[in-house]
């Protein structure tokens, strides 16, 4: 049996099939280009960060390239940051000025994304941040940038977070109300109570009220679960977890958040990039586990995305041609198969075969338990070369072992001496 998460509101059935989708965070901070915190890390008053509102001007901003880009890594459907924390808006929203159309670029840049990302097939997510270190009704807590400031802080007192609520409920309304179908809403997220501050959280948003609002206006819509009210999907950022996430006792549907190099907007001198290989790896492991996953490129100040991720996508995108086949479709294996040291299995229910994806090469042979007897025919997917499958292993063949001693279910498969793909390299296991 495999596991099956069971349904909720929102229409998940072609996000479980589809895995792999794209984060865009592209905002403000892609000028500073030292983190999308980088207002709240270095304290910024609203006043001296002005200086990137002024300055925006993506030149080369080009939505086709970026989709065309998302479409050949493999990734099926894309989720970009209509707001991030620093109040900042892709979009023309008609109840703030801080939204790009006022800045240099001159225009809504979330439409063309939008209209771009249908032309290539991609799904449409927003992701859209709770907090706001902007808006003047947003009072302070523990990662605001005048956290620190006293004078700011005492006008806290005069504040009114239920107005910002109301921003937050109507900008939500812009949303799925002018751009069409959106399959995906990701917020982000609730703060914790300190000491020193308040939490935010459901009471603040008005999280009810906000989810009965989406519901009425795009029922099959995919939400997340940072409203501190759980919906369609848990969303574990920058790990990946142990084993299918589960809520209380049972498996949800889930995606994991990662980043290329650590920092989510455009960071210039980060240099904790991941490898090809590694990007596939958390690619597979979420699969293996039931899981998707969202990797995420921070777009440039001029608009576009840098070389260090055109060519993690198009790696990606290379071994993705010959081996999708053991991510789309496809989910945990039944616990009867164990998963051999060094590889992640992912099965496909309606072919009903196995995907084992080798992360370490070994020498000649790879032994599985549970698989004996099981399988009618094995090869490597890159190919379509065939496996062989030993019946007597090389300790038996050797008068090590006596045939006796092999258990039934262990079926050993005899892999050539070089590793077939550089990346990560497939068997493809048909089950009888
Ligand atoms: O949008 C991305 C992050 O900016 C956001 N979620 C993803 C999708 C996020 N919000 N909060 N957090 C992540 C966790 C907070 C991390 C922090 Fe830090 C640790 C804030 C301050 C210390 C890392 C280092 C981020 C800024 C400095």
């Keep these: 049996m495999t596991l099956q998460p069971a349904k909720t509101m929102g229409d998940t059935d072609w996000f479980v099939h589809d895995r792999f989708g794209m984060f865009i965070h592209w905002g403000l901070y892609a000028l500073p280009a030292r983190h999308e915190w980088v207002k709240s890390v270095e304290r910024i008053d609203t006043e001296t960060y002005d200086k990137y509102f002024k300055h925006f001007d993506p030149d080369l901003y080009d939505p086709d390239l970026w989709a065309s880009a998302a479409s050949e890594a493999g990734m099926k459907y894309f989720v970009v940051t209509t707001k991030h924390h620093e109040g900042f808006t892709l979009f023309d929203s008609a109840l703030t000025d801080y939204k790009a159309p006022n800045t240099p670029a001159g225009r809504d840049l979330l439409k063309p994304m939008v209209e771009g990302f249908r032309n290539h097939n991609l799904r449409v997510g927003f992701y859209h941040s709770l907090l ?93 679960d940072r409203l501190e009210i759980d919906q369609d999907v848990k969303t574990p950022e920058q790990y990946q977890p142990r084993e299918w ?12 958040c990662q980043t290329f190099s650590g920092s989510w907007g455009y960071h210039r001198d980060e240099s904790s990039w991941k490898s090809v290989t590694m990007l596939l790896q958390m690619l597979v492991d979420s699969v293996s586990k039931g899981g998707n996953l969202l990797l995420n490129v921070g777009p440039t100040g001029r608009g576009e995305f840098d070389q260090r991720a055109l060519a993690r996508l198009k790696g990606m995108g290379r071994w993705m041609r010959l081996h999708s086949r053991s991510i789309y479709g496809c989910t945990q294996a039944p616990a009867e198969f164990s998963t051999p040291q060094d590889c992640r299995l992912t099965y496909n229910p309606k072919t009903n075969r196995i995907y084992v994806h080798v992360f370490a090469w070994p020498f ?69």
């Design 132 to 224: 706001d270190w902007h808006h003047p009704h947003y009072t302070l807590d523990t990662h605001h940038p005048m956290r620190d400031n006293a004078e700011y802080g005492a006008k806290d007192a005069e504040k009114d977070v239920r107005k910002y609520a109301e921003y937050l409920h109507g900008q939500t309304r812009e949303l799925l109300t002018n751009y069409g179908k959106v399959d995906i809403l990701w917020y982000d997220f609730s703060v914790g109570r300190t000491e020193k501050f308040a939490g935010k959280g459901r009471d603040v948003w008005q999280s009810e009220q906000l989810i009965q609002l989406i519901r009425s206006l795009q029922p099959h819509i995919i939400l997340n």
């Design 364 to 432: 000649r042979h790879l032994h599985l338990d549970g698989f004996g007897g099981r399988v009618e025919y094995a090869q490597l997917l890159n190919d379509a070369s065939e496996v062989r499958m030993l019946e007597r292993i090389p300790e038996e063949s050797y008068g090590q072992m006596k045939p006796a001693e092999k258990t039934k279910s262990l079926l050993t498969l005899e892999l050539p001496i070089q590793q077939p793909d550089e990346d990560v390299s497939v068997v493809e296991l048909f089950l009888k």
């Design 245 to 256: 996430v589960h809520v209380d006792g049972k498996p949800v549907v889930w995606e994991a």
